[in-house]
């Protein structure tokens, strides 16, 4: 089992930055991937970006290239997503996610931190 638990979260005004953690404890492996989604209120949860310690690639959203980072460590067990230039619309419950590959689908992911909230005001 592994446990993934976010934190950075937070109020930001439009224009302004966040960066965003996600910490892997438990039975990690190498050579996975680690994702970011996120849940605005009425929509379904989406992909954001994704980052794959096998290949050191990063993936992203359309709506966030240019503007987002994820990076992970050298340890293969955080991810951050360093968030600029934020909009409203980027206000959502951002979830991290773990699994085998790097991917964009929802099912690709086997494991789930609990969301941490980032709300940006105009």
């Known amino acids: 089992q592994v446990l993934l638990v976010e934190s950075g979260g937070g109020l930001v005004q439009a224009g302004g930055s966040l960066r965003l953690s996600c910490s892997a404890s438990?039975?990690?492996?190498?050579?996975?991937?680690m994702a970011w989604f996120r849940r605005a209120p009425g929509k379904e949860r989406e992909f954001v970006a994704a980052?794959?310690?096998?290949?050191?690639?990063?993936y992203y959203a359309r709506s966030v290239t240019d503007r987002f980072v994820i990076a992970g460590d050298g340890a293969e067990t955080t991810v951050y997503l360093r968030m600029n230039s934020l909009k409203p619309e980027d206000t959502a419950v951002y979830y991290c996610?773990?699994?085998?590959?790097?991917?964009?689908?929802?099912?690709?992911?086997?494991?789930w931190g609990q969301g941490t909230q980032v709300s940006v005001s105009s």
């Open positions: 996610a773990a699994g085998w590959e790097a991917a964009l689908e929802r099912s690709k992911y086997l494991y």
């Open positions: 438990g039975r990690t492996s190498r050579n996975y991937a």
């Open positions: 980052y794959s310690w096998s290949d050191n690639n990063q």
